[in-house]
């Protein structure tokens, strides 16, 4: 009851404060004409299923829902279009000089006129931040590759010079130089520059806390949006935590236990970047980014989603609740678009993970490539895709909308037409892989982490924990979310109690899983983007420094290091005409589709909900809407289905002191009973 109060609650502010600029007459629906105040755009309210924490462009690459908000928020030197080109976005001009005799070859890259949304000129300093954190000997970002073919970048990352080394320098403060390392193929530079891992990050910003892109006060964004506001609840839930299991942050240090509490992300706001491609604040209705606000709510119910959609307030659901992809008012009332995706549904195996076995040293299961590919074969991925419907059955690990060579005129799924042996369901053939390798299912037990807060990825969870049960493995499912921050910031000295770390996140990034589910999200459309983590050289992960005599490069997460995968990685990143990679690039997925460090489950599938009501909503290959120039055809009957909703179910909520005091832990509860008096009350009273 209480999450249906709030969820009203929210509409109520949201679509009333939007009279505010609208200068909407409430007796009558006409728009008056107010000269005092500016009309600074609509409100367009939306729905997101899963709740995002960390909203750092270099870090969106395990869930697909994450990526595509942050792609709101931050710009890219280049796009995708609808039809898979590459488009020129940040950057205005490019231009490639060679000059073979002296063994030079680089790019100058010029930026177009636009600010962070704190008025800063986007620049080329930048980029060099942004791309030198990914390029740094300790850090661990995976897209680090796709910068290897600059001059020193491979070497600086792998300890072998210094990181001022690296060939990139800002000219001037919108032109970029770029040296490389021979002559390569620009395209397919252009094409990794696409990728929102490479977007510019400000040294400012960034270097003043690890959570600096978790809420609105300690971020700045180079795209059309940015955080305007970002409502936590907080409350004590079995649901995220389970008593026998031990929490730790990245640190090792305990995280639950003190008081229990958890924390979810109940709605955010993201507003117009008033310097989006603007030189300044007040020239910023000549509409750049058409809405003023966009509301997405994370907490509705089924039945409020469908309520609310079929009243005409929400405009846009960025994925069908799960509850809703069979036999709903939704799935059977509206067109969902299906749309390719850059993300296969995988499983991580931690090679390095110690299963208790009933011994007292335990063992490490997961580094027998026979036991990966017994929980493989026990997985019913048709089941799967039953259950979540917008989705297909893995059959390789590179995604639907992934490139094969450089060009969406062919994909790489449609030229591969390898049927893995590991990638059907064979239970019995699972047992036996088992027995070979020696291993009595009934002595290990493991566990398989998901996030809490991802329904589609519990749901998915719940039936692969039961089909290896079935093996006669005892596992269990570890669901976890998200805490508030426990870190102190440096410049306050104090725990930001609005920040929450997402606990899913760091098990996933830190390694310290034995098990886990993900989207493993292709870091451009190119799919030795996918494929080339999983090589020693290529993973992006930190150089391993205690021998101080030698730093030594360290291996895929999971522990993978295959000589043979390696040693072909290298033929593949050496071939700079990218059509001549193909076929090793194929030879590289079936590699890892016999090792299985990783295990595609499904393929996901973007799926998407837009009004007739919305227009504008352009979209890029990936079925990504941008909202930039979105707006609703009839605000003022979009205005009026809010209130009329409201009106309605506000008739049950009556605004006592009991209420008040029942609700007082929402923020919000107080602004939106403010708007409510001031509106339906003074209406009452004649003076609207």
Not at 46 to 75: C, I, R
Not at 157 to 181: H, N
């Amino acid at each position: 009851m209480m999450k249906r109060i709030f969820a009203l609650l929210l509409c109520a502010a949201t679509l009333l404060a939007s009279l505010t600029f609208v200068g909407c007459d409430m007796s009558s629906n006409k728009k008056k004409k107010d000269t005092k105040e500016e009309d600074k755009g609509q409100y367009i309210t939306a729905y997101l299923t899963d709740n995002v924490y960390d909203l750092d462009p270099a870090k969106a690459y395990t869930n697909e829902a994450l990526a595509n908000v942050v792609s709101l928020m931050f710009d890219t030197l280049f796009k995708l279009d609808e039809k898979g080109k590459v488009q020129k976005s940040l950057v205005q001009e490019y231009v490639i000089e060679e000059n073979e005799s002296a063994g030079e070859y680089k790019m100058q890259l010029y930026l177009n006129e636009t600010n962070w949304s704190d008025g800063t000129a986007v620049s080329a300093n930048d980029i060099v931040f942004a791309w030198k954190r990914l390029l740094e000997v300790d850090a661990n970002y995976e897209a680090a590759a796709l910068l290897f073919d600059i001059k020193n970048a491979r070497a600086a990352k792998e300890g072998d010079c210094s990181i001022d080394d690296v060939r990139i320098y800002p000219a001037e403060q919108r032109m970029l130089e770029i040296y490389f390392e021979g002559k390569i193929d620009y395209d397919q530079f252009m094409l990794n520059l696409t990728s929102l891992a490479l977007a510019p990050l400000r040294d400012d910003i960034v270097s003043k806390s690890d959570d600096w892109a978790k809420k609105p006060g300690t971020m700045v964004c180079s795209g059309p949006f940015k955080l305007g506001r970002i409502n936590v609840k907080t409350s004590e839930s079995e649901k995220y935590f389970d008593a026998h299991h031990e929490y730790k942050d990245i640190n090792g240090f305990d995280r639950v236990g003190q008081d229990g509490k958890v924390q979810t992300i109940t709605d955010f706001m993201l507003e117009r970047n008033v310097y989006y491609f603007r030189d300044n604040e007040e020239d910023r209705l000549k509409k750049a980014v058409t809405p003023y606000k966009i509301t997405v709510d994370c907490s509705l119910t089924e039945e409020q989603l469908t309520a609310m959609y079929d009243a005409g307030m929400v405009m846009y659901i960025s994925d069908v609740p799960l509850a809703l992809r069979k036999d709903s008012s939704i799935a059977a009332n509206v067109e969902v678009d299906e749309e390719k995706s850059f993300s296969t549904n995988s499983i991580y195996f931690n090679q390095n993970a110690i299963v208790d076995n009933g011994t007292e040293e335990g063992a490490r299961l997961f580094a027998d490539a026979k036991v990966r590919q017994a929980l493989s074969l026990a997985i019913d991925r048709n089941a799967i895709v039953d259950a979540v419907v917008y989705a297909q059955a893995a059959t390789g690990l590179v995604p639907t909308g992934v490139f094969e060579a450089g060009s969406a005129k062919s994909l790489f799924r449609n030229a591969c037409a390898t049927s893995y042996e590991f990638l059907q369901t064979d239970a019995g053939k699972a047992a036996a892989l088992l027995t070979e390798a020696g291993v009595k299912p009934s002595k290990y037990s493991f566990e398989l982490t998901v996030a809490a807060y991802d329904e589609v990825h519990c749901a998915i969870a719940e039936i692969i924990v039961e089909n290896w049960k079935a093996l006669g493995f005892k596992v269990s499912l570890k669901k976890i979310g998200a805490i508030q921050n426990n870190d102190y910031y440096k410049y306050t000295d104090s725990t930001p109690p609005d920040i929450c770390d997402d606990l899913y996140a760091e098990e996933l990034r830190g390694g310290t899983f034995q098990a886990i589910l993900f989207d493993y999200v292709a870091f451009s459309a190119d799919a030795f983007s996918v494929l080339a983590p999983f090589a020693k050289a290529f993973s992006g992960r930190g150089m391993d420094m205690s021998n101080t005599e030698e730093y030594l490069l360290t291996p895929h997460i999971t522990g993978y290091d295959s000589e043979e995968y390696n040693a072909l990685m290298e033929k593949i990143f050496a071939e700079k005409t990218v059509a001549n990679r193909a076929g090793d690039l194929r030879t590289a997925e079936g590699i890892l589709m016999n090792d299985l460090p990783i295990v595609p489950v499904v393929f996901n599938l973007n799926a998407t909900v837009t009004s007739k009501q919305l227009k504008k909503t352009t979209t890029s290959y990936y079925n990504v809407a941008s909202f930039q120039k979105a707006k609703i055809k009839s605000y003022d009957d979009y205005i009026e289905a809010g209130r009329a909703y409201v009106t309605e179910n506000f008739s049950e909520l009556k605004f006592t002191e009991c209420n008040e005091c029942a609700y007082k832990e929402f923020d919000l509860f107080k602004t939106a009973n403010t708007i409510y008096s001031q509106y339906f009350l003074e209406e009452k009273e004649g003076k609207k």
